[in-house]
């Protein structure tokens, strides 16, 4: 891959550092995402983060908002429900034309997807060559490039698995609210653990605040409730296993694209609740992150 020509993000080192003790890419004030509400989707890798995006995007939709929905992960499977199909990512497109972004058109790498969610995957750099922060901002750069930004009520994030790096946390330099995907067990609350560490972070420099917790693939939030009530956070939607979540998928197809059921019309009901809490606006959340053995001794390990 060939960036020669891009200048290099500024690095905070010294004075007001991106998180303490850090030094990730900074944000230039040039690059806010205009006036839509953004959300950045996080939570350990395989919880469901993709499912629960595409739902969401068309939840929006239906409440007749414009939505534009960013995978953000290598595997570029964020929108395939949406579009029935894995789409070119940013990157391919722009190795296509040896990263003159000029030579690009929208529909190159923006794709319609059902009820009208707009769709993009930004993808990834190849193993060990680069960092998930370049591509994040390349995406955001080619949308402001070709104002698709203007028309969009929402956009929605769905990061690549845990918070480990400042790449990863990229997005949340772009997001109003971050929201946490988890499931009621230790490794999944592990995770957000440290995804809440990140957004605290980021929050010092940038306008992200944490927006709340979504339980996902649990019949019971027991051990969510109880990392809850330790940290300051709250659930905001839940989502029990079920098999027609795992059977959407297989069918290339949203949960609103299902065969009708008296379950599945409860989860559909509670994603249009949540797009309605989220495009009413939630309190900003102040987490306050636990030690590692604090959680275990929490969560009842010896």
Known sequence: MNIAVTPRPRLMSRG??????????????????????????????????????SNLSVAFSKLGKRVLQIGCDPK????????????????????????????LRPEDFVFEGYNGVMCLEAGGPPAGTGCGGYV?????????????????????????????????????QHADR??????????SIFAMNRIVAAIQAKSKNYNVRLGGVIANRSAATDQIDRFNAATNLSTLARFPDLDVIRRSRLKKATL?????????????????????TLWAGTEPLIGAPMKDRDIFDLLGFD
Do not use: W
Request: with cysteine; glycine share 10%; proline share 2%.
């Open 16 to 53: 007001r550092e991106d998180g303490e003790g850090s030094v990730q890419v900074h944000l230039d004030a040039g690059e806010k995402l205009g006036t839509a509400r953004v959300f950045a989707v996080y939570g350990k890798g395989g919880i469901g983060k993709s499912t629960t995006s």
């Open 76 to 103: 570029h499977d964020s929108t395939f429900t949406l579009t029935k199909r894995l789409v070119p990512t940013v990157i391919d497109v722009l190795e296509g034309v040896n990263f003159h972004s000029e030579e």
């Open 136 to 172: 994040v901002g390349q995406t955001v750069k080619l949308l402001k490039e070709h104002h698709l930004l203007e028309d969009t009520d929402v956009v929605i994030f769905d990061v690549l698995g845990d918070v480990v790096c400042g790449g990863f946390a990229a997005p949340l």
């Open 178 to 187: 971050a929201l946490i995907v988890t499931a009621n067990d230790f490794d």
């Open 256 to 276: 609103f694209e299902m065969e009708p059921s008296v379950e599945l019309e409860a989860v559909q009901a509670e994603y249009m609740r949540l797009a309605e």
